[in-house]
């Protein structure tokens, strides 16, 4: 017996909306173990998060041919067409995210061959934000919470300033002691990439209240000072 | 008199495609001037690469509306369906190199307060390399070109191999002057920004690629070893 299946759109954005749920768990667990990578200088730890990427990019690509091809095929207006390229671009952001933790990883096996170092305790808080912000960010969008949204979008600026911070302590740092130049280059990197990743998360603000209120939230994001004027690559 | 314009989706698609030209055309000044900030350490030209970032970012944004519009339209299928995805990509990548663009104007107002650096003369062949290949892309994708594209795309590894080169300069520079280490570091994130530029140069090789042939140029492309871990972010 041939079956013949014909969803609803209703189902398909359901289904395209426990996806992108799935892809934000996937993206908040690289994180984590990258970051967990970071504090136990576990090297196999590190290949873990930079193997199980893959996944991430594979959900990306396959939601991204499914979005096209609702959009082509139900010709969908208003809210529902939001609903689906807010997906679209969430899915790539949480796909970034990924791949910046990769980068995380990446950079704690060449930490891993140097001494430990006294800086990595605030990369580790700074850390400790982005996933916070990150987590809330990604509640704010399931359950289309403008509100939450909001508020990690402002709050970002606290991820600005500790990188801030921390640009100024690994330059210190390095004067001090020149030997742990090259390595604290990487940390530089690491923080960097952390601080990329708060942007992102205050792009899924901006998509939810996209979503939720049909305009932009804005271009007036509160953002540290006066280094933030590097913030945004 | 009412006008009543309905144009066929050839057209549309040539518009979109002259308007990603013209957005290839801006990037590419971005890039050329922001690089010309950093060797005449010009703070006027750096801000006019930050100013004029704007017009890129209000283009990515319309073109997308309208690709998204023409996929909820006129339900392409096809190669007229690749065509369209990859504008969008495209889009978004020129974008994104227009950000990294305006990334470097920025540090060069933070490098204009210090002593010139003898590693500025690297940097800016890591950028002119960048830039022939962002110019070579660009005319690859305009005329489907796939043996032009798939040479830019080998190609990248070159500015990989600059990258890992100009990352040991540095760390060796700031080993060998304490006092160089803050402005040192910004210039590490200089030559990151054209590595990613070139990147971002690869994918759009890969549109091209996948415009006409209709897949995957592939995941095997060369890249710099052993720091090339760390390219990809």
Known sequence: MKEH????????????????????????????MALEAVRLRDGALARKVIE????????????????IQMLALRQPVASDLREIVAA???SSTLERIGDLAKNIAKR?????????????????????????LFAEV????TSRNTSMAVSVWKRDVEVDEMYNS??????????EDPRVIS???QLLFVAKNLERIGDHATFISEMT????????LGDDRPKGDPLAAFIED
Chains 1, 2 share one sequence.
Request: proline share 1%.
């Open 88 to 90: 679209l671009k969430v």
């Open 5 to 32: 299946i014909v969803s609803s759109f209703d189902e398909e954005l359901q289904k395209i909306t426990a996806r992108i749920s799935e892809m934000g768990g996937l993206a908040e667990e690289e994180l984590s």
């Open 138 to 141: 990604l509640d704010a969008y």
């Open 166 to 175: 921390i640009f100024r302590e690994l330059t210190t740092y390095m004067m």
């Open 209 to 216: 209240y996209y979503v939720v209120e049909g305009e932009q």
């Open 108 to 132: 704690t096996q060449v930490l891993n061959e140097g001494q430990p170092l006294r800086v990595t305790g605030s990369i580790l808080r700074m850390g400790k934000l982005t996933q916070t």
């Open 183 to 185: 390595l604290c280059s």
């Open 52 to 67: 199980s990427d893959d996944r991430l990019d594979m959900m990306d690509a396959r939601l991204e041919h499914d979005a």
